[in-house]
């Protein structure tokens, strides 16, 4: 539905957090890649530093650039807090009540609804979703959304079906089909947000479970849900706070920082994270960690993480991630197997070229990997240890170009240096039907 009424455009920015679940982040991605947008990744804060927050960074992330904020009410993570009602004045105080119309704040209540009070009128949220099985005590596979009244009459369902139509729930719909003379049914959508629901039916186990799962936490109340966890993590973050140097061992965020149903701990070394995930699993005690900032989902990435994690440990071990690199002369070459060389092979039969609008890369220019290499070696390499603390905490750099570029773009651009027509079609299909 964003992209489908234009809510963002080319150029504009998405905010995330570091870390985020990739359920929330693969969406914006595709955004992204198919719009030419940008991900504003907030990085996650210092918690030594006093005054460190989320909702300071993501406040300071946002300018005109900004249209969509996608943001939880706690991380998943370590339960570090977002104030989400912070967030929504100050989108209101900066652009005002209409200007703010075009700044949509997307929330993933997954880890909070059902354990924190949650006002969607104080938030003014756009949209919220909530899987059912964590603080709403309900199975896998339901969801929860609450959709914003201003885009019940524009926003459409995920799947088209006849269960969000008006007229569906009479049996006469099945009865007397409504197709008319078109071949078309009727197209009028139930009123409110009905109108996004799934299709199918209901499951009928799910449901149930979910509806006596919500009557309970109702009957005790959030809030009380709420204070009964808090004072479990505030005991178990006191016993913490007394180890001795704890600070050297692990970062807590503040008491005043975190959602009060969820404590997470940041250890300062792998290593000693796996021993004690090791050591209470022994105990009979079920831990969750994450251990790396990405996480691997292949052999190929497994191997450079694993390449990242060996230079890590070199005196000055940087590793630097690059997007996709050009400009050596050899790549302008017809007869290679680079992308580069394909066109320049194209371009010189005057042939009819497929090529994907929807493939968005971000091109680097060789030289500019040169001069960020000998940057890194001038400020960092050859300084002494001592004037190097502090200076770089990661080892692991990512560089891309100034600007996304979808393939046919850039081909655009490769012609016009040339000097040479370019010919396109969508596609390799359609490009060998025109030839």
Not at 198 to 204: E, V
Not at 234 to 261: N, V
């Amino acid at each position: 539905n964003v992209v489908r009424l234009n809510l963002i455009k080319r150029g504009e920015s998405i905010i995330i957090l570091d870390k985020e679940m990739g359920s929330v982040v693969y969406p914006w991605q595709h955004v992204c890649e198919r719009l030419g947008c940008v991900m504003k990744v907030i990085p996650t804060p210092d918690w030594t530093v006093a005054g460190a927050s989320w909702t300071s960074s993501i406040i300071n992330a946002i300018d005109d650039s900004v249209s969509i904020l996608s943001l939880p009410n706690v991380h998943w993570c370590d339960g570090t807090l977002i104030d989400l009602e912070v967030i929504s004045d100050e989108l209101t105080k900066r652009f005002g009540e209409d200007g703010r119309q075009n700044k949509l704040l997307i929330v993933d209540g997954t880890q909070s609804i059902g354990a924190i009070p949650f006002d969607v009128q104080k938030i003014k949220a756009d949209a919220v979703a909530c899987s059912v099985h964590k603080w709403l005590l309900s199975p896998y596979g339901t969801s929860l959304v609450y959709v914003n009244p201003r885009h019940h009459n524009t926003w459409l369902p995920l799947d088209q079906h006849e269960r969000a139509r008006a007229g569906s729930q009479f049996s006469v719909w099945d009865e007397e089909i409504f197709m008319d003379a078109r071949g078309y049914f009727p197209s009028e959508f139930f009123g409110g947000a009905r109108r996004l629901d799934a299709g199918g039916r209901a499951n009928p186990i799910f449901v149930p479970m979910l509806r006596s799962a919500l009557k309970l936490i109702h009957s005790i109340t959030v809030p009380a849900i709420y204070e009964h966890l808090t004072s479990f993590c505030d005991a178990l973050q006191l016993k913490l706070s007394q180890l001795p140097a704890y600070h050297d061992i692990f970062a807590i965020a503040p008491k005043e920082q975190r959602g009060g149903h969820i404590l997470g701990l940041r250890f300062h070394d792998l290593e000693l994270l796996r021993k004690v995930h090791k050591t209470l699993k022994e105990h009979g005690i079920h831990t969750s960690s994450l251990l790396h900032p990405t996480q691997a989902v292949n052999v190929y990435g497994a191997t450079k993480r694993a390449m990242e994690e060996l230079v890590s440990q070199l005196r000055y071990g940087i590793s630097l991630r690059l997007s996709n690199m050009i400009g050596a002369p050899f790549v302008y070459q017809a007869g290679g197997e680079k992308f580069l060389q394909f066109l320049s092979s194209q371009l010189q039969r005057r042939s009819v070229i497929g090529l994907k609008r929807d493939e968005v890369r971000s091109f680097v220019y060789v030289e500019d990997v040169v001069r960020v290499v000998s940057l890194l070696i001038e400020r960092y390499v050859r300084l002494t240890p001592e004037a190097t603390e502090g200076l770089l905490r990661e080892t692991v750099l990512n560089m891309g170009g100034p600007q996304p570029l979808s393939r046919l773009e850039l081909a655009e651009l490769f012609s016009r240096t040339q000097h040479v027509p370019l010919s396109v079609a969508d596609d390799e299909e359609a490009a060998q039907q025109m030839k």
